[in-house]
């Protein structure tokens, strides 16, 4: 089975940075997509930003501009500069492949918390 551990969540003041990863393990023949989603309190789950084996990036509007998704070959890295207020969630690592089953995983989330 496939376990996502996520780093990099803290607390920061507006405009500051963070930088979150994602390491996949288990067996994994490929994977397609790769991505943060976040979620606030009381809110729905969203997308951050994914990235796909070919390195076709897409970026949620809020973070177009400030955050840069990456990714190797069983990771993924999120640099959010410039954070806002409203950029405060749970932020969760997702895999997604269509060589494994389930064909959909989720890290356990780190908090990302803006605050003056």
């Known amino acids: 089975q496939v376990q996502l551990v996520e780093s990099g969540g803290g607390v920061v003041q507006p405009g500051g940075s963070l930088r979150l990863s994602c390491a996949a393990s288990?067996?994994?023949?490929?994977?397609?997509?790769m991505g943060w989603y976040r979620q606030a309190p009381g809110n729905q789950r969203e997308l951050v930003a994914r990235i796909t084996t070919g390195a076709n990036r897409n970026y949620a509007d809020p973070v177009e501009g400030r955050f840069t998704i990456s990714r190797g070959r069983n990771t993924v890295d999120l640099q959010m500069n410039a954070l806002e207020l409203e950029d405060t969630a749970v932020y969760y690592c997702n895999l997604f492949s269509r060589w494994i089953s389930p064909s959909d995983y989720w890290g356990q989330g780190t908090q990302v918390t803006v605050s003056s």
């Open positions: 288990g067996s994994i023949p490929s994977i397609n997509t």
